[in-house]
């Protein structure tokens, strides 16, 4: 008899729900907006999650019922005393087998990782970073931002980036190629109004600039190239915290890598290199190339005694296949 399983990726910009089968095979997908509780609450996560899987239920032609295990990844469920009030939010769903919930950072870890255990380094809108070890301690960061002194997202990015024009303009730094193009971004006459637009909120300039960035500084800008290098080091470090909590200093493992910004430039991921392997130089980084979610449905199988590893290459490609597929023809599977 075949075993169904669930995974889930729970986001702050979307929800995506995966069905499979224990051979690997993706049979289901449903998509639905954002679940941080952070954001939306705790009634907002069971409307999304809820809404995600019955479409993924409905193109897999399964009830929930007939799911033998299942994983979610939450993003902004950080702790412990989170865990019982986070459970009950997903109860509507109406699942009777065993399941797990984890930060999302770790199923993109699972998705990734060859052997379920390392380290990963999220970089998006904003960045976090956990690890697994093999026996599954955890290791973490805050995972709050610049509030903890956590860097490299895209918001980070921008910020920094116009912090340089600011220095620009009262002179404290030197005059950078990404002062005319963020003016032009905006419509501002000259510097001093840009900066006015900024500071009175005229100008709101979000996540969503971090291209222009990349841009700038593969046209040669001496400043925004540097904002491109302590992006990688903030990242490396967040790394780096996370190998000193599990002592993966002289291990040979994977460092792995989720999120869009790292498609900005590969200075972004050398100079991250360059600072982890200055503490673990056997580290191994490798981009997540599979949509985090399959970790959702790895960590599903393992709740059902289920050996995923066996089927994850096979789980990732046909996930990926049908994800074309559904993009192609704007609809389901």
């Known amino acids: 008899m075949t075993r169904y399983f669930l995974g889930a990726d729970v986001g702050g910009t979307k929800t995506h729900v995966l069905i499979a089968d224990e051979a690997g095979a993706a049979l289901g997908f449903g998509e639905s907006g954002p679940g ?120 980070e990015l921008v910020e920094r980036a116009v912090r340089a024009i600011a220095y620009e303009w009262v002179r404290r730094g030197p005059p950078t190629a990404l002062s005319p193009v963020f003016m032009a971004l905006v419509g501002a006459r000259d510097l001093e109004d840009f900066i006015e637009g900024l ?12 291209p222009i960035v990349f841009r700038v500084a593969a046209e040669g800008d001496a400043v925004a190239l540097e904002v491109i290098r302590w992006g990688g080091r903030e990242l490396g470090e967040l790394a780096n915290a996370v190998i000193r909590q599990l002592h993966f200093e002289a291990l040979d493992f994977e460092v792995v890598l ?32 599979a949509p985090p979610v399959v970790g ?12 995923g590893w066996a089927v994850r290459q096979t789980l990732s490609e046909t ?15």
């Not at 007939?66 to 459970?87: C, E, K, M, N, V």
């Not at 997903?90 to 999302?104: K, Q, R, S, W, Y």
């Not at 999120?259 to 191994?284: K, Q, V």
Request: glycine share 16%.
């Open 258 to 289: 989720v999120g869009s910004t790292y498609n900005g430039s590969p200075l972004l991921i050398d100079s991250m290199r360059e600072t982890i392997h200055a503490l673990a130089p056997d580290a191994r980084l490798v981009r997540l190339t």
């Open 36 to 155: 941080n509780p952070e954001g939306v609450g705790l009634a907002g996560l069971t409307r999304v999650v809820c809404a995600a899987t019955q479409a993924a239920l409905q193109h897999a032609d399964l009830t929930p019922h007939q799911i033998a295990g299942a994983g979610f990844g939450i993003a902004g469920y950080d702790w412990p005393s989170q865990r019982a009030a986070t459970l009950q939010a997903l109860e509507p769903i109406g699942l009777t087998c065993p399941h797990e919930i984890v930060n999302d950072a770790i199923i993109g870890l699972l998705a990734g990782a060859s052997e379920g255990w390392g380290v990963a380094v999220v970089a998006g809108t904003g960045c976090n970073c956990r690890g697994w070890d093999k026996q599954r301690r955890e290791g973490r960061v805050v995972g709050m931002g610049e509030w903890s002194g956590e860097s490299g997202g895209a918001s």
């Open 296 to 307: 959702g449905a790895l960590l599903g199988m393992e709740q059902a005694g289920v050996n």
């Open 199 to 210: 500071t009175t909120g005229r100008y709101p300039i979000g996540p969503e600039a971090a």
């Open 319 to 333: 996930t990926l296949r049908n994800l074309t597929t559904k993009t192609q023809r704007h609809e389901g599977f």
